[in-house]
């Protein structure tokens, strides 16, 4: 019983690990996202760091549009980077977990 406690605390020390590496991964992994328009464009990290902005001149006429353009195209990029977060790191921890009845 003591040796299966043991084995399981392995485990679960290996999966943390390998969730601590995937966060670390999803640093470097860059999303695209537009307005529908192209006019601004963003760039973010699967872990939700803004990466770059790119705003078309026209936006820069219209603070009140500039403003709705990056809600919305914001908003698109944090939504998209964070499925793409969740969906790696519970590849990850399911993948370590060892199998415990009732979890």
Same mark, same amino acid.
């Given at each position: 019983?003591? =040796?299966?406690?043991? =084995?399981?605390? #392995? %485990?679960?020390? $290996?999966?943390? %690990?390998?969730?601590? $590496?995937? %966060?670390?991964?999803?640093?470097?992994?860059?999303?695209?996202?537009?307005?529908?328009? =192209? %006019?601004?464009?963003?760039?973010?990290?699967? #872990?939700?760091?803004? !990466?770059?902005?790119?705003? +078309?001149?026209?936006?820069?006429?219209? !603070?009140?549009?500039?403003? +709705?353009?990056?809600?919305?195209?914001?908003? !698109?990029? &944090? $939504?998209? /980077?964070? /499925?793409? #977060?969740?969906?790696? &790191?519970?590849?990850?921890? !399911?993948? =370590?977990?060892? #199998?415990?009845?009732?979890?």
């Amino acid at each position: 019983m003591f =040796g299966d406690m043991m =084995g399981m605390m #392995n %485990k679960l020390k $290996e999966a943390q %690990k390998k969730v601590e $590496e995937t %966060k670390e991964r999803l640093h470097s992994v860059l999303l695209d996202e537009a307005s529908t328009d =192209g %006019k601004l464009k963003v760039t973010i990290t699967a #872990n939700r760091t803004l !990466k770059s902005i790119d705003v +078309d001149e026209e936006l820069l006429t219209d !603070k009140e549009m500039l403003e +709705d353009y990056l809600i919305l195209t914001l908003n !698109k990029a &944090i $939504e998209r /980077a964070t /499925a793409v #977060n969740e969906a790696e &790191i519970a590849a990850v921890a !399911k993948e =370590g977990m060892p #199998n415990i009845p009732g979890l």
